[in-house]
């Protein structure tokens, strides 16, 4: 199935700058075949759910396994029946 | 990995009332090995990372095929490498 | 005290499209002095907290009088004390 | 106007338990008139929109002026105008 998601994941007591981690991340999220858009608060993703999944458990444990302590993922998952849901579709 | 979670799905166009749906949420959820408390905005989760993304998975898919159109997730997930994360080991 | 913000308004019940919500949202938030980045899953804000969060109890007051019956916002907040937050410091 | 919220404040950078500023999070938000929950994920509140707003924008400022250096929260916010919601009225 088809979705359009936002993931924001948070190293906590990693220190105040966390932006090794978030491109260490984004690097993580492009081994799989998604549509990406990188912004401020987060990553929007088209792709399949089952892979926007799989990305979540993989960042959670490639990151521990280099050393982060605490994460926490913050993910919104969206998906509909009436037409495949895209990125480009829900622009303005 | 054991992580804690919270997931508030929700169902946009199926009228303003979405008790039943959020019924049926639970009921899937229950089909886990989950430690669950749920809640006025969510479900807290307790149990393997893998598994609470599966049960994402299942819930979309479920819902979509009994006639629901567009579903929103909302998913936290927190794990780490220093002790266990669990729900009872979050309260005040 | 300067903020970067994400804000998500979702209606609920207001049927499956939410395309005309989402631009009345947007028109809301242009009263206000921030620097706005809307994407697919919300629109990124920049600008004083205290602005920001009148502009959720705005949003909400507006749409409601303007008939819609069910709201639900989620608004992600980041304030730091070392530097001003930016959405384009927040860029990779 | 009432509503049911839900608020997660992640304080980033200030080392890997956050307990105490949670604690002091809570302590915070019982100066206000609200009916609260606080669970694993966060604290549910029921009160005055522009009452749960005012509080964010205080335990921003009050943490920060306390030593916090990086806050991060997570608000979920519902109305509706067919009925006032309550958390109660949200349980199963």
């Known amino acids: 199935m088809k979705a359009t998601a936002e993931l924001q994941v948070v190293p906590i007591g990693s220190g105040v700058s966390v932006r090794k981690d978030i491109t ?3 690097e993580l999220l492009q081994k799989y075949d998604f549509i990406m858009e990188t ?3 987060g990553t929007n993703i088209e792709g399949e759910l089952a892979d926007i999944l799989a990305a979540v458990n993989d960042i959670h444990e490639t990151l521990h396994e280099e050393g982060s302590v605490r994460l926490l993922s913050i993910l919104k998952v969206g998906t509909h029946t009436d037409k495949d849901p895209t990125l480009a ?3 303005l």
Do not use: M, S
Request: charged fraction near 20%.
């Open 39 to 41: 912004h401020a608060l």
């Open 89 to 91: 579709g829900k622009q």
């Open 24 to 26: 260490r991340i984004v």
